[in-house]
């Protein structure tokens, strides 16, 4: 899956066509028409309503896509903003890495095309997290 150009149309429809989920199914779950469907398909972007009841008809969370290209590709932030969010009363998880960014980076590790020095550097994983995901793999 390519993590930095996201079409999320052709993702939700790749999905909705695993899972055979039923035109008539997706009309009445989403209160529109087929037409209406076949063009949220083509759509490279699409309203975050509309893609958290594709994400709950589906079972899937689309939104972790755009996390990964956020954890890949968003500029690095400075230490005193990190500060801010920590005084602030949001709660992170502790694993923010999908399957999807995992896998994407261990490819990167094991074709050659990076060495695991340049993956920390780059993409900011910790060293401890990145060896973890070298032994189980």
Not at 76 to 105: A, C, G, M
């Amino acid at each position: 899956m390519n993590l930095k150009v996201i079409h999320i149309g052709s993702l939700v429809k790749a999905k909705a066509e695993e899972l055979r989920i039923s035109p008539e199914r997706i009309t009445n779950f989403l209160n529109c028409t087929e037409d209406e469907i076949e063009a949220m398909y083509e759509q490279e972007y699409m309203d975050t309503d509309k893609l958290l009841r594709w994400s709950k008809l589906l079972r899937y969370d689309f939104f972790r896509i755009y996390t990964g290209h956020l954890i890949l590709y968003a500029p690095p932030s400075k230490t005193d903003r990190v500060i801010k969010i920590r005084d602030s009363h949001l709660e992170f998880r502790k694993s923010i890495y999908t399957e999807e960014v995992k896998i994407f980076i261990l490819d990167k590790i094991i074709t050659g095309q990076m060495t695991v020095a340049e993956v920390i550097t780059k993409y900011k994983i910790p060293k401890t997290t990145l060896y973890k995901w070298i032994k189980k793999a």
